[in-house]
């Protein structure tokens, strides 16, 4: 997060500022063949239901 705080175009985003962002990990979103963009969707959108829970 503090990666982002720090760069000029991600920095002056509100969102950022007050720490309300989710950081996906690049390494989840490696591969592109539509089975694994499926899953990947389907982690992401388990992932984001938890976040605040």
Do not use: F
């Given at each position: 997060?503090?990666?982002?705080?720090?760069?000029?175009?991600?920095?002056s985003l509100?969102?950022?500022n007050k720490g309300q962002m989710?950081?996906?990990?690049?390494?989840r979103s490696w591969y592109y063949d539509?089975?694994?963009?499926?899953a990947q969707t389907e982690e992401l959108?388990?992932?984001l239901s938890k976040?605040?829970?």
């Open positions: 997060m503090e990666d982002y705080k720090a760069d000029p175009i991600w920095g509100p969102a950022v989710y950081v996906w990990p690049e390494e539509p089975l694994a963009v499926l959108a388990d992932w976040k605040d829970r």
